[in-house]
């Protein structure tokens, strides 16, 4: 049997989306959630749901998603460029970045601040950390990010996003074969600074068209390597949801399926388990 992850993605950001991660948890069908401190969503008692729903899976792990772009706001008061007091759109990050118009050291102090927001929260450090929209990934922003993960908590694993598969399959997909090329740079600084990364990855889709999950997820799955992790973005679609991310619907369409007897079916067909 091969052990994955399948990590939901933005808790934190609404309660319906907090409630359709737990719910996939306790049914077993979660074993990984990365949590944006920043997000509305995210008091006392959003926390102490999500630590009672992981405790019941045999084989769990609690993130931080590291959140860099709008529409959420910097926890610290000198973090620049904003916009209106928001972080940049994650294209204007990205610009900005390849433009070599990020502080290294502003980018440091922010995640050290969500990183310790995080311990306040769940009274202990995350499992692994990753990035909202992939800013992790970003020039500019990923040697920042790995400074503060070296100096917090280097035993940790970060989130890279590159995957397996021959050329001609990355070449059909841009926006997979972009974070193939992100990543590439992101494994190299983080094996400088002897931290871990997940082995494979899975996940990136173009959700604007609302495909049908299933075919997705056996796609997804084909040729990840054992450790390899699956990016998902299960939830209930509020109000809270709809003013803050344009991956609504999508996201109860990925929870239907997840939740249901075809998902259960699929890991047992290709000898996966998340426990």
């Not at 729903?53 to 910097?74: E, K, Y």
């Not at 040697?143 to 050329?167: H, M, N, T, Y």
């Not at 959700?207 to 075919?215: N, Q, V």
Request: glycine share 10%; hydrophobic share 45%.
């Amino acid at each position: 049997m091969r052990r994955i992850w399948l990590c939901a993605d933005d808790y934190g950001i609404s309660a319906g989306v907090n409630r359709g991660i737990r719910d996939l948890f306790a049914r077993g069908r979660l074993n990984a959630t990365s949590v944006m401190v920043v997000g509305g969503a995210i008091g006392r008692n959003e926390v102490e749901a999500l630590k009672t729903a992981a405790a019941a899976a045999t084989r769990s792990a609690i993130g931080l998603h590291v959140t860099l772009t709008a529409p959420f706001r910097p926890l610290t008061m000198h973090f620049r460029p904003v916009h209106d007091g928001l972080f940049l759109p994650f294209t204007k990050l990205l610009r900005a970045g390849l433009a070599q118009r990020l502080d290294r050291e502003i980018i440091r102090t922010e995640v050290l601040v969500q990183l310790k927001a995080f311990g306040e929260l769940f009274g202990r450090p995350p499992d692994f950390i990753d990035g909202h929209q992939h800013a992790q990934l970003f020039p500019g922003v990923r040697d920042g990010f790995l400074d503060a993960v070296k100096e917090a908590i280097p035993d940790v694993w970060v989130r890279q996003s590159g995957r397996q598969g021959s050329l001609s399959t990355r070449l059909s997909e841009p926006k997979a074969l972009v974070l193939d090329l992100l990543s590439a740079q992101f494994r190299r600084r983080a094996a400088r600074a002897s931290i871990a990364v997940n082995p494979g990855f899975a996940g990136a889709y173009d959700f604007s068209g609302a495909p049908d999950f299933a075919p997705l997820m056996a796609k997804f799955l084909d040729g990840l390597p054992e450790g390899g992790l699956i990016m998902c973005h299960p939830g209930f679609v509020d109000e809270a949801l709809i003013a803050l991310d344009p991956f609504t619907t999508q996201r109860e369409r990925e929870h239907a399926y997840l939740a249901g007897e075809q998902f259960s079916l699929l890991l047992a067909a290709n000898k996966v388990t998340l426990s």
